[in-house]
């Protein structure tokens, strides 16, 4: 992929995720602090389609903008082709990972395994 | 190192009327042989229009022939003459002692390039990758024919691109910018603003080879636009802001 178009990802990941966090956290305001915290609060957050789908694009959008932002950390702080191919494919592998863990914690929330 | 003072008063190239004195203390670096840099500290007298670039060579002609150092026009033409002056990259020949207001003026090599000894670099990096971005106009009818004028340009065509025209390639702008000294692959700041300078040329029609190679993982988009090739360079270009536009090609906002 072009660096230019990993860029323009990497902005786009950026506003959405302030727009979306901050919608988060306005729904937080609902409640109380302590209350929003709760289990069977978070429980009810993410069996509630709507909210869960925005904090799973939330997870996209922020594991995306993180590790591409810790590729170009790491790309400047070391050149080689193997560690350049390494770093990239790491990126990816646990940004993949991420946003899997995270989506596991959801579908499992719905299917009442939890 | 040594601790010489004074220049004899009949040996020096400039007039000793109203002249004060400054320390001026000089890298002294031999790759060959040295393991670190050491400084060697001569006093000098110097008049208002005295530059460093002549206290230097006061010196080698009066105390110590052997530091090595690159000059050649004395006039900030030839873009020679780049070094660390009290921390800072200027050309040694357009810096007068004067204006440093400072008793102890301190000259190392300039930070991100090669030590050759002392004061002088290696520029290979900073050619190739000004080589590397096709520094000269690209158009298909490239010879002109009898009956045709020139590539007439209105004012307007020539504003968008001649600031970046009178770089000297002096690596000033490299040798402040904080990515070059971590990412050895990054292409610097001299060069991206070389890239626009042919992009923005209405002359020009390489506009897209020459985006394709600045858009690399070590190219444009590792400047964290710190700006600090922009505050050093002597000819007032401003390579940030070359930067800045050229991504406006590549983020679709400038065609």
Aim: proline share 3%.
């Amino acid at each position: 992929m072009k660096e230019s178009t990993i860029m323009k990802i990497h902005y786009g990941t950026a506003l959405a995720a302030v727009a979306l966090v901050a919608v988060h956290i306005l729904m937080r305001l609902t409640q109380g602090f302590a209350e929003s915290l709760e289990y069977e609060s978070v429980l009810a957050n993410y069996r509630f389609i709507p909210y869960a789908a925005m904090l799973e694009l939330i997870l996209i959008l922020l594991a995306v903008h993180g590790f591409n932002g810790l590729r170009v950390i790491l790309l400047e702080l070391k050149q080689g082709r193997t560690y350049e191919k390494a770093v990239s494919y790491g990126c990816l592998a646990a940004m993949i990972a991420l946003i899997t863990y995270g989506s596991r914690t959801i579908i499992m929330t719905n299917m009442g395994m939890v | 190192m040594a601790q010489v003072s004074g220049i004899a008063d009949e040996q020096t190239s400039t007039s000793l009327s109203s002249s004060n004195s400054i320390l001026l203390r000089i890298s002294r670096f031999n790759p060959e042989h040295d393991g670190s840099s050491q400084f060697m500290e001569f006093t000098v007298t110097y008049e208002r229009w005295t530059t460093v670039l002549e206290a230097i060579l006061d010196v080698k002609k009066h105390f110590d022939h052997s530091v090595a150092v690159r000059y050649s026009c004395r006039q900030a033409t030839c873009g020679s003459c780049g070094m660390m002056i009290n921390g800072k990259p200027r050309l040694a020949c357009f810096t007068k002692i004067s204006e440093l207001n400072s008793n102890v003026v301190t000259v190392e090599p300039m930070n991100n390039f090669p030590i050759i000894r002392d004061l002088a670099v290696k520029f290979e990096r900073l050619f190739d990758t000004h080589q590397k971005i096709k520094p000269y106009l690209i158009r298909d009818d490239s010879e002109l024919e009898s009956d045709e004028r020139e590539f007439l340009q209105s004012p307007e065509e020539v504003e968008q691109y001649i600031q970046f025209a009178n770089c000297i390639k002096c690596g000033l702008c490299n040798s402040a910018c904080p990515t070059m000294a971590t990412d050895s692959s990054f292409v610097g700041p001299q060069a991206l603003a070389q890239a626009y300078r042919y992009v923005a040329d209405s002359r020009d029609k390489g506009k897209d080879s020459r985006l394709k190679i600045i858009d690399d993982s070590h190219g444009i988009w590792r400047c964290h636009f710190a700006g600090s090739c922009s505050q050093v360079c002597p000819k007032g270009v401003d390579p940030a802001m070359g930067i800045q536009l050229l991504r406006g090609y590549l983020l679709g906002f400038r065609s």
